[in-house]
């Protein structure tokens, strides 16, 4: 079973910064997926990362703010959230699957392994 723990969520400033965590149980999967759902909106995918080659796709909303990146050791896969907007707040969700297929827009009927959620708010 496996388990996806997320941290670091919280209420910032617009032009803030904040990390969020996903901790995994065991290890990590070979497709792990950042995604959000704003306020009264579907759940949207944000950043991916194949855990493989260290290959990255980020949706257009947040290129150049956002940075997703791994940590073998910790079993936690990071997001690096800079230069925060309004428009940015929503529940962040981690989303992992195993195999290599990890680019490109994220489909939430892609992956079977889901963290709680970690509220980011934003304030201008």
């Known amino acids: 079973h496996v388990q996806l723990v997320e941290s670091g969520g919280g209420s910032v400033q617009a032009g803030g910064s904040l990390r969020l965590a996903c901790k995994v149980s065991g290890h990590l999967r070979g497709c792990m997926t950042w995604f959000r759902r704003p306020p009264g909106k579907e759940r949207e995918g944000v950043a991916r990362?194949?855990?493989?080659?260290?290959?990255?796709y980020y949706a257009d909303s947040v290129k150049g703010r956002f940075t997703i990146s791994q940590d073998n050791a910790e079993n936690t896969v990071y997001l690096l959230l800079h230069s925060l907007k309004p428009e940015d707040t929503a529940v962040y969700y981690c989303?992992?699957?195993?195999?290599?297929?990890?680019?490109?827009?994220?489909?939430?009927?892609?992956?079977?392994?889901w963290g709680q959620g970690t509220q980011v708010t934003v304030s201008s």
């Open positions: 990362i194949a855990t493989g080659s260290g290959n990255t």
């Open positions: 989303a992992a699957k195993s195999g290599t297929d990890c680019y490109g827009p994220a489909s939430v009927s892609e992956f079977g392994y």
